[in-house]
């Protein structure tokens, strides 16, 4: 497979079915994108993952967006992207957050992410319509971090 992750200055919007994967409110994805740095990876030409990294902090980044467009998932692209991610960043913060639901917490655990706290209601307070994963109403947003 031909792969290489470019950094997107210019129209970052154009990724917004993909950002919605992964965050369903184009208002809150419009919130972080203009702040931050977007990352595709492009498998065979092809758009397959997207990920956004925002300042939190004089030594630390957020993850505020990671997805796979829907045919191309299990396949590891958003794992080499965070492989990606954790060795760009590394050079300039010290730890890596990310804001998930319950329902991540195990994928992203594999790669390294440790509990750090969350946001109560987080996800009933800031968002018009309940989110549901695998049947079950994201409430809480869970905070993981990552050192680098």
Do not use: W
């Not at 191309?72 to 913060?93: E, I, K, N, P």
């Not at 009933?124 to 695998?134: C, K, T």
Request: charged share 25%; proline share 5%; net charge negative.
């Amino acid at each position: 497979r031909d792969m290489e992750i470019m950094k997107v200055e210019q129209r970052k919007d154009a990724f917004m079915p993909l950002f919605l994967l992964a965050d369903p409110s184009k208002d809150m994805v419009g919130k972080y994108l203009d702040q931050g740095d977007l990352f595709v990876l492009y498998a065979d030409g092809v758009a397959a993952c997207v990920a956004v990294v925002v300042e939190y902090g004089p030594d630390a980044c957020e993850l505020k967006n990671l997805a796979t467009a829907e045919p191309l998932q299990r396949r590891g692209y958003a794992g080499q992207m965070l492989q990606f991610l954790f060795s760009t960043y590394a050079q300039r913060y010290r730890t890596m957050y990310v804001g998930t639901s319950m329902q991540m917490l195990p994928y992203y655990r594999r790669f390294g992410f440790v509990p750090s706290h969350k946001v109560a209601n987080f996800f009933v307070d800031f968002y018009p319509e309940p989110i549901y994963e695998n049947g079950i109403q994201c409430v809480d947003m869970e905070y993981l971090k990552r050192s680098l």
